[in-house]
C-alpha cells in the first residue's frame, strides 16, 4: 500500500496575493504528481487555506481532489476551521466538539488523525488518544498538523511549537509499541525519534524554511511531499520534491 502526504498548502482565496507564489499552481503540479504516483490513499495534513478557512477555498480544493479519484483524509491545520472544513468536505460524523479528530483502518494498519488547529492537543484528544493506542497492539501511524517535539528548527520550534507537547509525549514515549506520526506545519524536511516513537515533518506545498536561522527565512521554494509505502509490516518513506 502507498500512501501519498501533501501538507501545507496554504491556498489563498481567488486572486489574493500569496507571498508572490502561484499556490494554486503549485497544488495542480502536485495533483499532477500524485496522478502519475497513483498512492491508494491521499492525506492532506493542513494548512489547506493562506491565512484562514475559506469554503470557497476547501470547495476549490475538493473539486480537484473528487478528479483525481483516489481516497483521502483531511485534517486541520493552524490556518484551518475544522467546522467549515468538515461541512465542505463532508466530515461531520468526524467532527467531535467542533474538533476533526477520528480513527480508521488503512489497508489493514491502525491510523489516527488529530487536531491541532488551536496550537494545542485538547485534553479530551489526549484521553481519546490514549484509549485508542491501548486498544491496538502494534504500530500505530498518526496524523497531525503541528510535529509533537521539537525539531531543532529554531524559528518554529520557539515561533509557533504545539504547545503541549510535555502531555502528548508522556502518552507517546510510554507506549509499548512504534508509532509513526506524519506532520506538516515546520515547512521543512526532518525525521525526529524518541524511543518508539518517530516523527516525520513533511515539507510544504509552498516554500520552504531555513532550518538554523533564528527568524524567519525562506530555505527554497521547491514543492515538497511525501510517499510512504506500507509492506510486510514495514513502514517506509520517501520526501520528493517538484
Ligand atoms: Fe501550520
Same mark, same amino acid.
Given at each position: 500500500m502507498k500512501i501519498v502526504q501533501i501538507t501545507d498548502l496554504h491556498v489563498g482565496k481567488?486572486?489574493?496575493?500569496? =507571498?508572490?507564489?502561484d499556490v494554486r499552481a503549485n497544488f495542480l503540479k502536485v495533483k499532477q504528481a500524485i496522478i502519475q504516483t497513483q498512492p491508494d490513499h491521499l492525506v492532506l495534513?493542513?494548512?489547506?487555506?493562506?491565512?484562514i478557512g475559506d469554503k470557497t477555498i476547501y470547495r476549490w480544493i475538493k473539486t480537484h481532489l473528487d478528479e483525481i479519484n483516489i481516497p483521502y483524509d483531511v485534517i486541520s491545520g493552524n490556518h484551518d476551521d475544522p467546522i467549515m472544513l468538515a461541512e465542505v468536505f463532508g466530515l461531520k460524523d468526524q467532527l467531535n466538539n467542533n474538533q476533526l479528530y477520528f480513527s480508521k483502518a488503512i489497508g489493514g494498519y491502525p491510523f489516527l488523525f488529530l487536531d491541532t488547529t488551536t496550537g494545542v492537543v485538547s485534553d479530551e484528544q489526549l484521553s481519546w488518544l490514549k484509549k485508542e493506542l491501548k486498544s491496538h497492539k502494534r504500530e500505530v501511524v498518526i496524523f497531525m498538523h503541528?510535529?509533537?517535539?521539537?525539531?531543532?528548527v529554531p524559528f518554529m520550534d520557539v515561533k =509557533?511549537?504545539?504547545?503541549?507537547k510535555p502531555a502528548i509525549q508522556e502518552i507517546l514515549f510510554n507506549h509499548p509499541y512504534p508509532i509513526s506520526i506524519f506532520t506538516g506545519h515546520y515547512h521543512v524536511e526532518k525525521n525526529i525519534r524518541h524511543g518508539n516513537t518517530i516523527v516525520h515533518i513533511t515539507p510544504s506545498c509552498f516554500f520552504q524554511i531555513d532550518?538554523?536561522?533564528?527568524e524567519f527565512k525562506v530555505d527554497h521554494h521547491r514543492i515538497g511531499f511525501r510517499e510512504i509505502t506500507f509492506e510486510n509490516g514495514t513502514i517506509m518513506d520517501t520526501v520528493k520534491y517538484l
Open positions: 481567488e486572486g489574493e496575493d500569496t =507571498y508572490g507564489i495534513s493542513g494548512d489547506l487555506c493562506f491565512d503541528h510535529p509533537p517535539v521539537k525539531a531543532g =509557533y511549537p504545539l504547545r503541549n532550518q538554523k536561522e533564528p
